[in-house]
């Protein structure tokens, strides 16, 4: 997929007021401090898009982000607040977490959620109730490891494996998982690729 043009569109506190319009939406969420904003970045090869900060825990708001690709696609790239972040007080993670539950089980456009994992972490439960959430209520979705140039490709693949292996202990078919550096450009054809498909699959039915 080749990507022609990003934009931000809109910040939305609540559901009712996204985008009206029926373009698929791909969203992207993780802890913060994940390299969430970056990642993004990375994808429409567009350095400011998504604001990155110092200060883990910024985005919150539900943010639409434009994208056409060749041939004439349109989408979205949404970029949901992180969550776990222990510095928000108890009410506003509580709202977080509602705008976020709201957004995933009801927006009707949403075709694809890409969970974001750092690699180089241990699995940490905050992730995994996330996933197992997910897997619940039957949202399709993915995992992104991120910052793989931190590691080096042999301990990214060996720590991406073995994180895969944890999750069989209740999971019979495993997610998609895609192994990304923001720094290195590293996974961002498969990640883009893995979106065309969806894209397809969804003009084709």
């Known amino acids: 997929m080749e990507i022609k043009k990003s934009e931000f569109k809109i910040s939305s506190a609540k559901i009712s007021q996204c985008p009206k319009d029926n373009l698929m939406e791909f969203a992207f969420i993780g802890r913060s401090n994940v390299g969430k904003s970056s990642l993004i970045n990375m994808l429409c090869n567009h350095k400011n898009l998504a604001k990155t900060s110092a200060t883990p825990g910024k985005?919150?708001?539900?943010?639409?982000f434009l994208i056409?690709?060749?041939?004439?696609?349109?989408w979205y790239i949404i970029d949901l607040p992180g969550y776990g972040f222990a510095k928000r007080s108890k009410k506003v993670q509580d709202d977080i977490e509602k705008m976020i539950?709201?957004?995933?089980?009801?927006?009707?456009?949403?075709a694809n959620v890409f969970l974001l994992i750092d690699i180089r972490h241990d699995p940490q439960n905050i992730d995994r109730e996330f996933m197992d959430w997910l897997?619940?209520?039957?949202?399709?979705?993915?995992?992104?490891f991120t910052?793989?140039?931190?590691?080096?490709?042999?301990?990214?693949?060996?720590?991406?494996?073995?994180?895969?292996?944890t999750l069989l202990d209740v999971w019979e078919e495993l997610p998609p998982y895609f192994i990304t550096?923001?720094?290195?450009?590293?996974?961002?054809d498969e990640v883009l690729d893995y979106i065309e498909q969806i894209l397809n699959s969804s003009s084709n039915t």
């Open 181 to 188: 550096s923001s720094e290195k450009k590293q996974g961002r």
């Open 59 to 64: 985005t919150l708001l539900i943010n639409h």
């Open 68 to 74: 056409e690709s060749k041939p004439d696609n349109q």
């Open 135 to 144: 897997g619940e209520n039957g949202v399709p979705f993915s995992i992104v």
């Open 147 to 165: 910052k793989a140039d931190k590691l080096g490709p042999v301990k990214a693949r060996q720590n991406a494996e073995k994180y895969m292996k």
């Open 101 to 110: 539950s709201t957004y995933i089980l009801q927006r009707e456009q949403l």
